[in-house]
């Protein structure tokens, strides 16, 4: 027996009836169980895409402009608290420290090789640009407390405060923030091997008339303001 089907025969055998509404029937059925597969697969797709933009901005480090100074700022605090008031060394020794901190937490989030990290652009993150722009941070830090050190030292001479401004005093500034940060890396990898806390010490570096030289300078300009 010959039957049309989108106009064209078909034969079925002797006996067989053609099930025209089963035919539309499981037609149905799959063109249902391919929307039902796409609409799936699609589900599935903007899940994983969801679980992949989740962990990327999980993953997202972003570098504040503040955050060495913020930590530095914070230490400070705690020493004019505890003390009433900080002087030069505190500063030197607070830069120091806020150097190794940033730096421990740097290497913490890298201990993992399979985890990934992104600037806030999306770009892959490394260690070694973590530590570039920890180390640029430390660099603008000394720079800022030179120059600190320097115009208060100018404008004392030119009050007549003080005969001249202490040029090598402000050069030895420099090479002590320097001594101070390898100080403290090295007490950084000591206390990590014997799982000690980083705090505070109270290191001295450079000569003590240097220190006595700029603390007068911060008082002075302290009474003059």
């Known amino acids: 027996m010959a039957i049309s089907i989108s106009n064209y025969p078909v034969y079925l055998q002797d006996g067989l009836k053609l099930d025209r509404n089963g035919l539309k029937s499981q037609g149905g ?6 929307v039902f597969r796409k609409d799936s697969l699609e589900i599935s797709q903007l899940s994983k895409n969801r679980e992949i933009l ?13 955050s060495f100074s913020d930590m530095r700022a914070g230490i400070l605090k705690e020493i004019r608290e505890e003390k009433g008031q900080y002087g030069y060394s505190d500063i030197v020794n607070a830069c120091s420290l806020s150097y190794a901190k940033l730096y421990s937490e740097i290497e913490k989030r890298h201990d993992n090789e399979q985890e990934r990290y992104y600037n ?3 770009t892959l993150l490394t260690k070694e640009d973590e530590i570039e722009w920890l180390d640029m941070q430390y660099g603008q830090e000394v720079e ?3 120059s600190c050190a320097r115009i ?3 404008g004392q001479a030119f009050q007549g405060n003080i005969p001249e401004t202490p ?9 002590v923030f320097y ?7 090295k007490l950084y990898h000591e206390s990590k091997q014997g799982g000690r806390p980083l705090v505070l010490q109270n290191f001295t570096f450079g000569n003590s008339r ?3 030289m700029l603390d007068r300078l911060g008082n002075l300009q302290g009474r003059v303001k």
């Open 29 to 34: 059925q799959n063109e249902g169980q391919k």
């Open 54 to 66: 989740m962990d990327k901005i999980n993953h997202t480090v972003i570098q504040s402009a503040t």
């Open 120 to 122: 806030a652009d999306g």
């Open 144 to 146: 800022w407390q030179k």
């Open 152 to 154: 208060a030292a100018k």
């Open 167 to 175: 040029t090598k005093e402000m050069e030895e500034l420099e090479d």
């Open 179 to 185: 001594q101070a940060r390898d100080a403290y890396m």
């Open 210 to 212: 240097m220190y006595e």
